[in-house]
């Protein structure tokens, strides 16, 4: 009987023992999850993590642009940028064949100044007031260009019959060579493509007369044009240095020096062309018509003065105007004369390439041939004869623009470029000062700066 009491004390003694642990554990945890910093030891068998505070974290997407390859992203970077010009150059096209009477008249006066222009300066530095200067200048380049003009339908005039007699004779000559020719063409044959001319002239009376309209039409806008062309040329030569700084304020403040800069060079080298080429123009008109002359090629002046017009149009200019003189003398005068004249024509367009452009022109308006020929292509196609005319001096021009702007842009990245690493006040300064002293030395001496005492002619 003691024996089982002892072991039913026991017994009690150990669920005890169990309740008391059970409860200490049921604390403990209840201390865990109050108190994180309370909690058991990793190692002690009681221990359960918590749960995180924050989710699990998850790579983030990855950014689309970087998926596309770097020459990829350059070439539509580029690709847009060039749409983009496409499109202005297309609206500017547009804008410019709407008005293409009123661009051609102003630059054609600008042609016309830039030849003026060194004889309106000429007379005010021997003391000539600007108004009296532009007036004679003015007027007296008109008035030889227009007996220039006179000339040529005068002469023309007066050897229409000449060479209609000629023109005659010769299509007679041709007319038995071809009859005696190896070709074995018979004289029923002639008569036939004579009669098929005959109907074709008659068939397409509508149109040669809606061409006359059109041709009194053309008469109309010339007159118009020149007289635009005159009173624009009026104006520069008086004015000129105001509408420039009108032109200047045009521009953005900080784009004024640069474009300021470019302008006088732009202007420089459009009356070096300008001049040079009247002055090939007329070496050409004259040993050419001279040679004309001699072998007795009719209407020998005003074909001289076709070939002075038409060496305003680089390389083909002289290529049509000499074809036109081989086709009078061969129709006048005859083959022989006509390799005569191609003999002449290409001596004397040789000494100009070789001799007389790079001497006269210089460096200055030097452009590919391959751009000359592409430039007045485009510009034939664009706005006729008066496109392929200009085309030439506005790659020149354009040519110059660019060369200085771009050095322009290189110097100012230099000067705003940061100082080197260890480079102190004193090291820097007087090298970014000494070509601001020689710019300024450089003014007082040329006489540059603004008679107003603004900026808007040097754009700063």
Do not use: C
Not at 136 to 152: A, H, N
Not at 324 to 347: C, D, R
């Amino acid at each position: 009987m003691p024996d089982r009491r002892k072991w039913a004390a026991g017994i009690a003694d150990a669920i005890a023992r169990a309740a008391e642990r059970r409860e200490a554990g049921r604390a403990a945890m209840k201390r865990g999850h109050d108190h994180p910093d309370d909690q058991p030891d990793r190692g002690h068998p009681d221990h359960v993590p918590p749960p995180p505070a924050y989710a699990p974290a998850v790579a983030a997407p990855r950014d689309p642009v970087t998926a596309v390859p770097w020459g990829v992203r350059v070439a539509a970077e580029v690709g847009w940028r060039f749409v983009v010009l496409a499109i202005t150059l297309y609206v500017l096209m547009r804008v410019i064949g709407a008005l293409e009477l009123v661009v051609l008249a102003f630059v054609a006066a600008l042609l016309i100044t830039a030849l003026l222009q060194p004889v309106v300066a000429r007379l005010r530095r021997a003391g000539v007031p600007r108004g009296l200067a532009t007036a004679i200048t003015f007027i007296s380049g008109f008035v030889v260009m227009g007996l220039v003009g006179w000339f040529v339908v005068w002469q023309v005039i007066e050897n229409t019959d000449q060479l209609s007699d000629q023109l005659q004779n010769g299509v007679g000559q041709l007319k038995g060579w071809l009859l005696h020719s190896p070709f074995h063409v018979t004289e029923t044959q002639l008569n036939q493509i004579a009669r098929n001319l005959q109907n074709a002239i008659g068939t397409n009376a509508e149109e040669i007369t809606s061409a006359g309209l059109q041709g009194v039409t053309l008469i109309i806008e010339f007159f118009t044009a020149a007289f635009l062309a005159m009173f624009s040329t009026l104006f520069l030569l008086y004015d000129g240095h105001n509408v420039w700084n009108w032109v200047l304020k045009l521009f953005p403040r900080e784009a004024r020096e640069g474009v300021a800069g470019a302008g006088p060079r732009a202007w420089r080298t459009l009356t070096l062309y300008v001049r040079g080429t009247v002055v090939v123009a007329f070496i050409d008109a004259v040993f050419i018509g001279t040679g004309l002359f001699f072998l007795g090629v009719p209407m020998a002046v005003p074909l001289a003065v076709l070939i002075f017009l038409g060496a305003f149009i680089p390389l083909v200019g002289a290529v049509a105007s000499g074809a036109v003189a081989m086709i009078v003398a061969l129709v006048t005068q005859g083959p022989f004369t006509m390799l005569m004249v191609l003999a002449v024509v290409l001596a004397v367009q040789q000494i100009e390439g070789h001799v007389l452009q790079p001497f006269i022109l210089g460096r200055a308006v030097r452009v590919h041939p391959l751009a000359v020929v592409l430039s007045v292509a485009s510009g034939a196609l664009i706005a006729g004869v008066g496109g392929a005319v200009v085309a030439v001096p506005l790659v020149a021009v354009t040519n110059t623009t660019v060369g200085y702007l771009r050095s322009h842009s290189a110097e100012n990245a230099l000067r705003r470029s940061a100082a080197p690493p260890g480079a102190t006040a004193s090291a820097v300064a007087p090298v970014l000062a000494e070509p601001a002293a020689e710019d300024t030395a450089g003014d007082s001496a040329t006489g540059a700066g603004n008679d107003d005492g603004g900026d808007e002619p040097t754009g700063r």
